[in-house]
């Protein structure tokens, strides 16, 4: 079984700042990792993920994730924040089958 | 672009009824998802479909049934609807190929059971 545990529920940030999110799971099997983003009244949209090869994935919108097995996290951040980033993040693991397993959830507020 | 449509964005029910999510997708996907989401909790896998009139309980069946009659759609049953119930419910799909295929999901149906 495999399961996601993301740390703070809120995050706030200032427009520019570094946004960082984090993402700790644990697997039974090597572990695929996935970051989602749900903008409000919206449905979540794939940020990026980490399959197999470089542990450095970069996504959508300038976010980036590093997956570290030794750390059993795989923590999601953006250099600069903008005020368009403000939204709801989820990490999630899958392992040898189609199920997706999420974590609570971090909301992102950004402040001007 | 993937669509995946659900058939009400809002919806509210009387405790007792029985209630009828839909979900509908364009891109020919073998899986369709259906999880409810709620604060603090994330989402949660209600029941899952690998192809047509094919299913599988996810973590939290109770309460819940549903119906893959064609490729497309995925209906989420409320066979008798409950307070604890009231939630966000999300449909997702996937092409289904491998593990690691991204989930495309829907817009998202809140549910309100008086």
């Known amino acids: 079984a495999q399961s996601v545990t993301q740390l703070g529920s809120h995050v706030s940030v200032s427009e520019g700042a570094l946004v960082l999110l984090r993402c700790n799971y644990s697997s039974s099997v090597p572990p695929y990792l996935f970051w989602y983003v749900q903008y409000p009244n919206q449905g979540l949209q794939l940020l990026l993920k980490y399959t197999t090869g470089a542990t450095l994935v970069k996504g959508i919108n300038g976010f980036e994730a590093e997956f570290k097995k030794s750390e059993t996290s795989f923590h999601l951040t953006k250099p600069s924040a903008h005020m368009s980033d403000a939204a709801e993040y989820f990490c999630?693991?899958?392992?040898?089958?189609?199920?997706?397993?999420f974590g609570a959830g971090t909301t992102v507020t950004v402040r001007a | 672009d993937v669509k995946v449509t659900q058939s009400s964005r809002y919806l509210v029910k009387r405790t007792g009824e029985k209630v009828f999510l839909e979900c509908v997708q364009d891109m020919d996907h073998e899986n369709m998802f259906w999880y409810r989401q709620d604060p603090g909790l994330g989402l949660r896998l209600i029941y899952f479909s690998y192809d047509v009139k094919m299913k599988e309980k996810g973590d939290i069946p109770e309460g819940y049934s549903v119906s893959r009659e064609k490729k497309e759609r995925f209906s989420l049953i409320l066979e008798s609807a409950s307070t604890n119930q009231t939630s966000m419910y999300l449909c997702?799909?996937?092409?289904?190929?491998?593990?690691?295929?991204?989930?495309?999901f829907g817009p998202g149906t809140r549910l309100t059971v008086l």
């Open positions: 997702a799909s996937s092409s289904g190929t491998r593990t690691t295929d991204t989930q495309y």
């Open positions: 999630a693991v899958s392992a040898n089958d189609y199920k997706l397993s």
